[in-house]
């Protein structure tokens, strides 16, 4: 969104800013390392940190800040009043029960795969992945076949605006970093209209991802397994797993 100059609160922005400087790489940051990813001098993201510290958001033992738990005020209010994951809950629940594995819904925010939905089996066996597949979860999208499957219903213009400059972290040995053979790879899923991601986010993890289309074919969403163990070709992966992601997109295209 777009919006004239006099109405823009640069003030909000930079506390956004600074919020926004923790990540799972970092959850702890002192001033200094908060003015240098929040882009801000070390007087301004010292004066944002005290104010939000002072108004709960923050937690600090007075050199150091990190996020206290009222941040989650803002996902809990996301979560409660979107229609979007309430309408997929219960297929994800579904599919987990059916196939005693994980699912996820994914929105892509900027560069990054955010899980807005989650469905674990309490009788799969439990794993604890690096980057973490909880609700909220920010994931490199370039990495991930949700983030991959969104990057590919992208229009053309907007794609190679997304590329344009960025540097793709490599994450395991199989992880794509050049961004001339990603568009290749995104090209592919696009045909294929699914996404097979193997190892690329962390070694022993396959994920593979299918689209979610409203009733007008834009895609809203992107619907995944995740299985960890022993690996499964792809060709196995479209036989026997394809099939339920693609039923489930179909059935819950008219709530989205």
């Not at 599919?95 to 009788?123: C, P, Y």
């Not at 960890?228 to 060709?235: K, L, N, V, W």
Request: proline letters at 4%; glycine letters at 6%.
């Amino acid at each position: 969104m777009t919006i004239a100059k006099p109405d823009f609160i640069e003030g909000i922005a930079k506390g956004m800013a600074v919020l926004e400087s923790f990540d799972t790489e970092r959850q702890r940051l002192n001033a200094t390392q908060a003015a240098e990813r929040a882009g801000l001098t070390r007087a301004a993201a010292r004066r944002h940190l005290l104010t939000l510290a002072h108004l709960g958001y923050l937690d600090t033992d007075g050199s150091s800040f990190w996020m206290s738990p009222k941040v989650l005020r803002f996902s809990g209010s996301y979560l409660a009043s979107s229609r979007l994951p309430r309408a997929l809950q219960p297929t994800l629940n579904r599919l987990a029960a059916l196939t005693q594995q994980s699912f996820s819904a994914v929105v892509l925010d900027g560069e990054e795969a955010v899980i807005i939905a989650r469905s674990m089996s309490f009788d799969a066996p439990t794993r604890v992945l690096a980057y973490g597949l909880h609700l909220g979860a920010r994931l490199p999208a370039h990495a991930t076949s949700t983030g991959r499957m969104l990057l590919a219903a992208m229009p053309s213009a907007e794609l190679a605006q997304w590329l344009k400059g960025r540097t793709l972290a490599r994450l395991t040995p199989h992880t794509v970093t050049q961004t001339s053979v990603l568009r290749q790879r995104l090209a592919q899923v696009r045909k294929d209209d699914h996404c097979i991601a193997n190892e690329e986010h962390e070694l022993g993890v396959q994920a593979l991802a299918v689209p979610l289309r409203d009733m007008r074919g834009r895609t809203v969403a992107a619907l995944n397994v995740v299985l960890s163990g022993a690996h499964r070709s792809d060709d196995a992966l479209r036989r026997d797993v394809l099939p339920l992601l693609y039923d489930a997109a179909r059935e819950v295209r008219a709530l989205l």
